[in-house]
């Protein structure tokens, strides 16, 4: 059986996964398409899913009989209406990161998937489905012993003037915050974030760099990073320190080169590029899942427990230095 796919959003993301399920992967085709800048859904048609029908709203596109499953790749504030709809008319739904912009929202959709009794989310934290990161746990788990501190950097070279404060927790440490409680198998307990003088080649809207400090229930200090004007390239660092020695996170394949009396290898610039098999991987699980009419990875509660976080994270970024506490309600069953 064809897994007919409807995409939601075709801007970066929602383009390139509609390119992966027309050239790369197997068992889907893209059926439908909806943005709300019709001009990029039209152009995703042409150029990568001529037989798509461009649908004028995303609820139009849930409702279309020839969809059986949905990608939400629109903007985070208008992901929680979508999977919702999705939800509702029963249909498998892959939403990127973030599920919700507030913990209310993702809330919300937890409790319709709960009443639905069966998982129908996945959750595009595609870090998990990543080689250099699936290694790092099998080392965690078989040589440093328990964990006692994470070291770990997000950086990017650049963001768009309009990436102000809060976006460096809930569009970027998002990805750290979901991929430690899964690397750790934790839940988070508090936040604190510090920030040293602002780069040169930031703004006032935006303090860059920052750190921020996250314990977990187990008593893990993990401090991150977060640097997203660093000019050099697109670096993700994680180094876990344990009873027994310690693990980091393998740097991506680069050829090392000597020239003109230097070692040098190239660092990637493009998120896109850094993470490219892990979306291919993630998106493959999706088509496997949904074509049994269900989800597997990342859930909506991993989605819940990040938005809480990220909301805790804003808040320390806010009180500079205090220590913000973070709980989790009790974990629902069909996510047990
Ligand atoms: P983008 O701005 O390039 O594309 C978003 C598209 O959604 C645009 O074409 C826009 O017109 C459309 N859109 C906005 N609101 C809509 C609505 N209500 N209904 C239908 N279409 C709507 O943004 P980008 O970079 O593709 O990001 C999209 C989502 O993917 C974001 O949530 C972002 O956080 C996530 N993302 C995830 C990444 C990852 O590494 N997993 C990487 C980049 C983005
Ligand atoms: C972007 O939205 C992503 O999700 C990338 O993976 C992340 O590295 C970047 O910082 C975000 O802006």
Known sequence: ?????????????????????????????????????????????????????????????????????????????????????????????????????????????????????????????????????????????QHTGAPILVHAAHRNPAVPEAYVTPMAIHDTLIHEIDVFRWLLDDDYVSARVLYPRNSERSHTQLRDPQVVVLETAKGVLIDVEIFVNCHYGYDIQCEVVGEDGTARLPEPMAVDMRLGAKRQSTILTDWKDRFVASYDVELQDFIAAASKGGATGPSSWDGYAAAVTSDACVQAQESEGQSVAIELPARPALYK
């Open 1 to 141: 059986m064809t897994l007919n796919i409807g995409v939601i959003g075709c801007g970066m993301i929602g383009r390139d996964h509609a390119r992966r399920i027309q050239q790369v992967l197997a068992g889907a085709q893209v059926v439908a398409l909806s943005d709300v800048n019709a001009a990029n859904a039209e152009s995703v048609r042409k150029d990568l899913a001529p037989q798509a029908r461009i649908y004028e709203t995303g609820e139009a596109l849930i409702a279309a009989p020839e969809v059986h499953a949905v990608l939400v790749t629109s903007w985070g504030a208008t992901h929680e209406p979508y999977v919702l709809a999705a939800i509702a008319a029963g249909k498998p739904v892959f939403c990127e990161k973030p599920l919700a912009t507030t913990a209310a929202g993702a809330r919300r959709i937890v409790d319709a998937e709960v009443a639905f009794g069966r998982r129908l989310v996945q959750v595009g934290f595609m870090r998990r489905y990543d080689a250099g990161y699936l290694a790092l746990k099998a080392a965690v788990e």
